[in-house]
């Protein structure tokens, strides 16, 4: 139970630091955290947190698309795709 809480919170800590920046208007800072919650919940099978960071990647990449100094995402889509 207490490796539970610990992760829990861990990703509810880089949350609310990811919706902090949302609020200062620095969401494109946020993809390293969300990258390592992601990487986290992938080494956790946390289904749950991968699919909110997920979610929240795919955000800033469209957010960001037309930005050429948007940080490269560690895969890539052909602009036909999206």
């Not at 992760?7 to 609310?16: G, I, L, V």
């Amino acid at each position: 139970m207490c490796i539970f809480s610990h992760a829990q919170a861990f990703y509810e800590e880089q949350w609310k630091k990811i919706a902090e920046s949302y609020q200062n208007g620095t969401f494109k800072s946020n993809l390293p955290l969300i990258l390592e919650i992601q990487n986290k919940a992938v080494a956790e099978s946390n289904t749950t947190e991968i699919i909110k960071s997920l979610k929240a990647e795919f955000a800033i990449y469209k957010a960001t698309q037309d930005d050429p100094k948007m940080i490269t995402l560690p895969f890539s889509f052909p602009r036909s795709a999206i």
